[in-house]
């Protein structure tokens, strides 16, 4: 069975200040993939990135950063120069490829809090 | 306008009645997915669907039912609602096509029900 564990329950910075999330994940599967979403306060889920198992090449989107680890078994998040906007819950999530479809494992998130 | 909604948005209710909530998507996707959401345990899936003629069980489908009445709507409804069944739930929609975001799944806003 696949499972996620994103350790970090809560996380408080200091705006300007990097914060890295941590995701750790288990599959039997040789092809996956890893996604993060945003849950702001308001509630709604926001799809951040996507990455299949066969790409291990890390990703930047602004002040956003993704390090995946196959070897370790990771795909941590990094947002950079954190802003106030960036306080939300943070789900990492795997899906198996099947044939049939994938279906979503999410971790327990991590609440980011971001002072000004 | 949202690519998925979801009515109601909030939803108070008395144990033992019978509730649904509905799912529509603009997005064209074949497959649909409903989730429930409680405090530190990220998301669960409860069902999903990957074509009108395809309804499958989560990981926590007792005491749940949906219904696919077309491509672009999924119910899910609690036959009787019990107090245990207060969460947030999520609809989600994916595209088992070729693009590069395949199977990456986008979430609806989220109905907050309570069971009194």
């Known amino acids: 069975a696949q499972k996620v564990t994103q350790a970090q329950t809560e996380i408080s910075v200091v705006e300007k200040e990097d914060v890295t999330l941590d995701c750790v994940y288990e599959?039997?599967?040789?092809?996956?993939?890893l996604f993060w979403y945003k849950q702001p306060p308001s509630g709604e889920l926001v799809f951040l990135i996507r990455?299949?198992?066969?790409?291990?090449q890390n990703e930047i989107s602004g002040r956003y950063s993704w390090n995946f680890q196959k070897s370790t078994s990771s795909f941590n998040f990094t947002i950079t120069a954190s802003q106030v906007v960036d306080s939300a819950v943070y789900f990492c999530?795997?899906?198996?490829?099947?044939?049939?479809?994938?279906?979503?494992?999410f971790g327990g998130g991590t609440r980011v809090l971001v002072k000004p | 306008d949202a690519d998925v909604t979801q009515t109601p948005r909030n939803r108070i209710t008395k144990t033992g009645k019978r509730i649904m909530l509905e799912c529509s998507q603009t997005?064209?996707?074949?497959?649909m997915y409903w989730y429930r959401q409680d405090p530190g345990l990220g998301l669960r899936l409860i069902y999903y669907?990957?074509?009108?003629?395809?309804?499958n069980k989560g990981e926590i489908s007792d005491g749940y039912s949906v219904s696919r009445q077309a491509q672009a709507k999924f119910s899910l409804s609690l036959e009787s609602a019990i107090p245990n069944q207060t969460a947030l739930y999520f609809c989600?929609?994916?595209?088992?096509?070729?693009?590069?975001?395949?199977?990456?799944?986008?979430f609806g806003p989220g109905t907050r029900l309570t069971v009194l």
């Open positions: 599959t039997r599967d040789t092809t996956y993939y």
């Open positions: 669907s990957f074509d009108v003629k395809d309804i």
């Open positions: 999530a795997l899906s198996e490829y099947k044939a049939a479809g994938n279906k979503l494992t």
């Open positions: 990455r299949n198992s066969f790409d291990e």
């Open positions: 989600a929609t994916s595209d088992p096509g070729t693009s590069e975001n395949t199977d990456t799944q986008y």
């Open positions: 997005k064209g996707h074949d497959r």
